[in-house]
Nanobody
Framework: QVQLVESGGGLVQAGGSLRLSCAAS????????MGWFRQAPGKEREFVAA????????GYADSVKGRFTISRDNAKNTVHLQMNRLKPEDTAVYYC????????????????WGQGTQVTVSS
């Protein structure tokens, strides 16, 4: 079984930065696209960013373009989300997810999820 574990969440002041990490364990390979999604209380889960299996192609939600950067380190079986210029509306539980091979913006196409890490941005 493959497990995804997010870390790096916490409390940060608006305008600050935070770096999330997602570590994969178990039976894994480099041939997975990875995505970050977030969900605030009472809100639907929304796409944040994704990176394909090679790391060459990325996609971002309009709300985070220019502020967030997704990257991966296949040697360490990790994916990161660097979040800069954070806003209170970025407050949510952030989830790491995986799917086979190609990048996707759609949560229903991901079949493995982490437990989430809380990000709270204060004003």
């Amino acid at each position: 079984q493959v497990q995804l574990v997010e870390s790096g969440g916490g409390l940060v002041q608006a305008g600050g930065s935070l770096r999330l990490s997602c570590a994969a364990s178990g039976r894994t390979s480099t041939n997975h696209a990875m995505g970050w999604f977030r969900q605030a209380p009472g809100k639907e889960r929304e796409f944040v960013a994704a990176v394909d299996w090679s790391g060459a192609y990325t996609g971002y939600a309009d709300s985070v373009k220019g502020r967030f950067t997704i990257s991966r380190d296949n040697a360490k079986n990790t994916v990161h989300l660097q979040m800069n210029r954070l806003k209170p509306e970025d407050t949510a539980v952030y989830y790491c997810a995986a799917k086979f091979h190609s990048l996707s913006y759609y949560p229903y196409e991901y079949n493995k999820w982490g437990q989430g890490t809380q990000v709270t941005v204060s004003s």
